[in-house]
T-cell receptor, first 115, second 112 residues
Framework: EAGVAQSPRYKIIEKRQSVAFWCNPI?????LYWYQQILGQGPKLLIQ????????DSQLPKDRFSAERLKGVDSTLKIQPAKLEDSAVYLC?????????????FGAGSRLTVL | TQLLEQSPQFLSIQEGENLTVYCNSS?????LQWYRQEPGEGPVLLVT?????EVKKLKRLTFQFGDARKDSSLHITAAQPGDTGLYLC????????????FGSGTQLTVLP
């Protein structure tokens, strides 16, 4: 079974620039999550999709962050404009519906450095 | 915002030693998970516990869920260098609609 794919793995940008991250979840997984992990901290949920609908985006800084999952499969997370404090690893995870809904599989992450 | 505290933050031990890491909250979990994360990778699920007092074993790892479902511990017996990594606990709180809240992790280094 293929895992959760994320790209790019690394991105370096200057503040005020924009960046986009892409995630392809495990085939058939209904729920997709974007987490932000700042160095030395645990992952923080940014947004959770169930199919192509948003379940929770309460911690997403909506003035600069946006995410979409148009066809209920892959997803894009965008930051515009980036700030220094956005430097972090952005982790995508997916989980199936039903009994396995709390079993999250994470991708390797996209490491963002904002200069 | 629910807070999930892990201790210790850092732990460095010699191969063969035993260790315990802790995860605590003031709120009740409906379920709790432990993950291990290696550098450059995403967290990998080790175990899920749902019942107060539950104990689960995974080879040399023993996971315990507190009776009141507010705390958990991970005990590693005879640690090996391959156990090195960031250990994260993550809980789903009662009434949180399955949102998973992570602790800040325990960075374990096992020296050969």
């Amino acid at each position: 079974e293929a895992g959760v794919a994320q790209s790019p793995r690394y991105k370096i940008i200057e503040k005020r620039q924009s960046v986009a991250f892409w995630c392809n979840p495990i085939s058939g997984h209904a729920t997709l999550y974007w987490y932000q992990q700042i160095l030395g901290q645990g992952p923080k949920l940014l947004i959770q999709f169930q199919n192509n609908g948003v379940v929770d985006d309460s911690q997403l800084p909506k003035d600069r962050f946006s995410a979409e999952r148009l066809k209920g499969v892959d997803s894009t997370l965008k930051i515009q404009p980036a700030k220094l404090e956005d430097s972090a690893v952005y982790l995508c995870a997916s989980s199936p519906a039903g009994a396995g809904a709390n079993v999250l599989t994470f991708g390797a992450g996209s490491r963002l450095t904002v200069l | 915002t629910q807070l999930l505290e892990q201790s210790p933050q850092f732990l460095s031990i010699q191969e063969g030693e035993n260790l315990t890491v802790y995860c605590n909250s003031s709120s009740v979990f409906s379920s709790l998970q432990w993950y291990r994360q290696e550098p450059g990778e995403g967290p990998v699920l080790l175990v899920t516990v749902v019942t107060g007092g539950e104990v689960k074993k995974l080879k040399r790892l023993t996971f315990q869920f507190g009776d009141a479902r507010k705390d958990s511990s991970l005990h590693i017996t005879a640690a090996q260098p391959g156990d090195t990594g960031l250990y994260l606990c993550a809980g789903t709180y009662t009434g949180s609609a399955r949102q998973l809240t992570f602790g800040s992790g325990t960075q374990l280094t096992v020296l050969p």
